[in-house]
Every structure is written in structure tokens, then in C-alpha cells.
């Protein structure tokens, strides 16, 4: 995947028996199997069922490829544009429709307009809708519709890593000027949305115009409760920690390892709900099997009590525009999200800790 942009750019709970998300469905119909499952497993198993929806629009779309089509369209399951690249392009993020040249023109992009037949266009919409949640998800992840920079969803891509076949993994990839979204049926497994997430708006981040202002909000409100104490803590002055786009890959910090900012376990009553008023806010755009797999693997890390908060100023802040980026961090977890001078926002979420 090349982005147009190359910047340096909560308590304990029973784990239980590890079963994929296509053995979920299996176990989840046969009544004997139900009744062995955990309530954590039977919670997993629901959210699998709904995610089996997307995952059989994306298998109509597979088996609808022409030859021609896959050869564009298609890529293999852990394909590398170059043996140097850090991850495998399902698990980039891009800021651009996808180009198989280093310095694409326009017409070298393999947007959905151009690269599929109108009724697999009516199918990838589909499958786009319902990796959102409702009208409202889908606003914020379209931008009003309009894709950004893109214009129109025909201007981005959808590329498939693997195969969307039964008992083969596969990552079908959106990617457009500020989003990268997926739809994977689970098969990269412990980790949320199937890999690292992207996403922005062109409106500065503190603009009501902007489809993400709630989330700027929320945070903003966080920043409002924390005393002059916390933010000293919380408050990152440093010139040098300035804001870097993740493109090449989006790294979550390691067990045990210490990360900025004030951590929630520290914080008042008050300020852990408005922070996890915050988290809801963050996940609400995508479906809520989605958004309940984030906090079953942040859980799975140690819970809420691992992660910190820390809002960095970056150039120019006032009073009504306090920060110019925040981040959330903890283990195997980020959402780093830049408000000024227009939103980026990059996130990982995985339970795989090194």
C-alpha cells in the first residue's frame, strides 16, 4: 500500500478456551457445545455470528473476481511491496486509493469506480455500511459522504489480502484520502478492526464541522477536569515530542512498558468516567461487535487501569484550543488522535503483547 503522504511522518475476567471466530460460529450452533461456553465466550461467539454477515458479502464479492480483476485487485495473504517493509500491506495504513507504482499518477489508482462492475460496487457499499455503525458510524467514516479529498466512495480502493474463502484468512482493505478500514472476518486474530486504523477530516479537529468534533469534545472535556497537579503529569510541553503520521505502521507499546501522561488508575472518579465516556466515543463510528472487542482486548492487557492519558502542545494552543494532539496508550494498545491543524488520527489494538 503506498499513502499519498509519507510523513516521518476493568477488572479481571476468565479468558477461557481460545476458538476462532469461524469455530465460534460452529460451537455457538450445536446446543451442547452452547452450554460449555463461558458468558465471555457466548458474548465472543454473538459478535462473531454478526460479523459472519460482512464477512459473506465479502466472500460473494471474492468468488464474483474475473481473473483479470484478481490480478488487480488481489493480493497475497502477507504480501510486501519490498522485503524492507516493516509489515505486510493488509496491515499498513494509506492515505490514498492504492497504486501498485511508487509515485502513481491518477489514473495509476485502483479506485472502486474504475476497477469493479457496478453490481460489486452495490456490494463493497454494502460491506462498507456494515463495518459502520448505523447512519450516524457511516457519516463519520464517509465524512458526510464525501470521502474527504476523495469525492465519492468510486474514488477509493478495496484490495484483498488472502483469500475470502472458507478455512482461508483475508483482509479486505478500504483506503482512501484519510481512512483505512477493514473488514476481515477475524482473521487476524486478538487484535480490533483487523489491524491498525486511519482516520481524519479535513476541518480543523475543534470545528463543529468536523464529523469527529465529538470525539475532540470528549477529550476536551477530560482536559477541563484535570488539576493544575495533573497536568503536570498529563501535559507534554516538549517541542521535540512533536506529531509523526504512522503510515509505515502503527507501534503499541510493550508489557510493562512505561508510556506518558496520567494514568487512569490514578485519576479521580469524575475523570475515569469522562474517559471512558471518551473511549465510547471512539468506538461509536463502528459496529458495536467492533467497538466490544476493543475493550475485551484492553481487558485482556490488564484493563482501563494500564492506560494513560497524555495531551501534547504542540505549536500554537489557547485556552478555547488547549492541545494540539492527545494519546491514549497502554498495552498493546494506542489511539493517537491530532485535532490542529485538521484531524489524523492512527490506532492498534491488539492482545498481543511482546
Known amino acids: ?10 477488572p479481571e475476567f476468565d479468558t477461557g478456551l481460545t476458538i476462532g471466530r469461524r469455530d465460534f460460529i460452529r460451537v455457538a450452533a450445536a446446543s451442547a457445545a452452547v452450554a460449555s461456553l ?16 460482512a464477512e459473506a458479502m465479502v466472500s460473494e464479492l471474492f468468488k464474483s473476481l474475473t481473473a483479470d480483476q484478481k490480478k488487480k485487485v488481489t493480493r497475497a495473504w502477507d504480501h510486501r511491496p519490498t522485503a524492507t517493509d516493516k509489515v505486510p500491506d493488509r496491515l499498513a495504513t494509506g492515505n490514498a486509493a492504492v497504486s501498485p507504482v511508487a509515485t502513481p499518477k491518477p489514473a495509476d489508482r485502483l479506485m472502486i469506480g474504475t476497477e469493479y462492475t457496478k453490481k460489486q460496487v452495490e456490494l463493497l457499499d454494502k460491506i462498507f455500511r456494515s463495518i459502520a ?9 464517509s465524512r458526510d459522504k464525501r470521502f474527504d479529498n476523495s469525492g465519492d466512495f468510486e474514488s477509493i480502493s478495496a484490495i484483498v489480502y488472502g483469500e475470502a474463502v472458507e478455512g482461508k484468512k483475508f483482509s479486505l482493505v478500504f483506503t482512501g484520502h484519510h481512512l483505512t478500514v477493514r473488514c476481515d472476518g477475524n482473521s487476524e486474530e486478538a487484535t480490533a478492526f483487523g489491524g491498525p486504523l486511519y482516520y481524519g477530516h479535513t476541518p480543523p479537529g475543534y470545528a463543529t464541522t468536523n464529523v469527529f468534533y465529538g470525539q475532540t469534545k470528549a477529550a476536551t472535556e477530560l482536559f477541563g477536569a484535570l488539576t493544575e497537579k495533573d497536568k503536570k503529569v498529563a501535559v507534554i510541553t516538549d517541542e521535540k515530542k512533536r506529531w509523526k503520521d504512522e503510515h509505515g505502521s502503527v507501534p503499541v507499546p510493550k508489557k510493562g512498558q512505561k508510556v506518558p501522561g496520567l494514568c487512569f488508575a490514578d485519576m479521580t472518579k469524575d475523570q475515569k468516567g469522562l474517559t471512558e465516556g471518551l473511549m465510547k466515543e471512539l468506538v461509536s463510528p463502528y459496529r458495536k461487535e467492533d467497538g466490544d472487542e476493543v475493550f475485551e482486548l484492553i ?14 502542545t504542540e505549536g500554537k494552543v489557547s485556552e478555547k484550543e488547549p492541545w494540539t494532539y492527545w ?6 494498545f494506542v489511539w493517537s488522535f491530532r485535532a490542529l491543524p485538521h484531524i489524523h488520527t492512527f490506532v492498534h489494538v491488539n492482545s498481543k503483547l511482546a
Open 327 to 332: 494519546r491514549l496508550e497502554g498495552p498493546g
Open 38 to 53: 463461558t458468558p465471555l465466550q457466548m458474548a465472543r461467539a454473538a459478535r462473531a455470528e454478526k460479523q459472519a454477515e
Open 1 to 10: 500500500m503506498l499513502p499519498v503522504e509519507k510523513t516521518p511522518s476493568c
Open 133 to 141: 455503525n448505523g447512519e450516524k458510524g457511516y457519516k463519520e467514516l
Open 299 to 312: 481487558k485482556a492487557t490488564g484493563g482501563m487501569e494500564k492506560v494513560s492519558m497524555a495531551f501534547y
